[in-house]
């Protein structure tokens, strides 16, 4: 398990550093919606992972919190919070590792800090989905003691925070 799991707000210089990361370590259908099924960075799918988070968290008003995942200082990942409107008091989580970072443990030291996170934000209870095939994301929840419901393509929880 790496010694230094930190989550840090997302700012531009974040930004920078993110991008760098999922281009050189994941599909950029992993790190962000896409609507194409290519799954190749250009230049303009890096202006696209831009634009997306300068929409969303880094906003004038932001409709959620991303932080940049660091491990010993380098940036690996992103994790993030999402108000469910629908939902008082609940945020859906979200979270993307590097592929070479995966199965190393820092998945489950992101989920603990990112309900710590929404504990801090207010947020009393997270919203997780995945896919079925998703095994990882569902052996987290297993072992931290939380069902999950299976529906067709879709795996899902609610965690309760504080």
Request: hydrophobic share 45%; charged share 25%; net charge negative.
């Amino acid at each position: 398990m790496p010694r230094h799991v930190v989550l840090e707000p997302l700012d531009e210089a974040l930004l920078a550093d993110l991008l760098h990361t999922a281009v050189a370590d994941a599909h950029p259908g992993e790190v962000m919606p896409v609507e194409a099924p290519d799954a190749s960075w250009n230049a303009a799918r890096e202006a696209d992972f831009r634009a997306f988070h300068r929409g969303r968290a880094l906003a004038e008003q932001p409709v959620e919190s991303t932080y940049g995942i660091r491990v010993d200082g380098e940036v690996v990942g992103a994790a993030r919070l999402c108000r469910l409107p629908a939902s008082d008091g609940a945020a859906e989580a979200g979270v993307w590792l590097g592929r070479s970072r995966r199965g190393t443990g820092i998945g489950t030291a992101v989920f603990a800090a990112l309900i710590e996170r929404a504990t801090a934000e207010g947020y009393s209870r997270l919203f997780v989905s995945t896919t079925p095939d998703n095994i990882p994301v569902l052996r987290l929840l297993t072992a931290r003691g939380i069902d999950y419901a299976l529906d067709g393509n879709e795996a899902t929880a609610w965690i309760r925070c504080g």
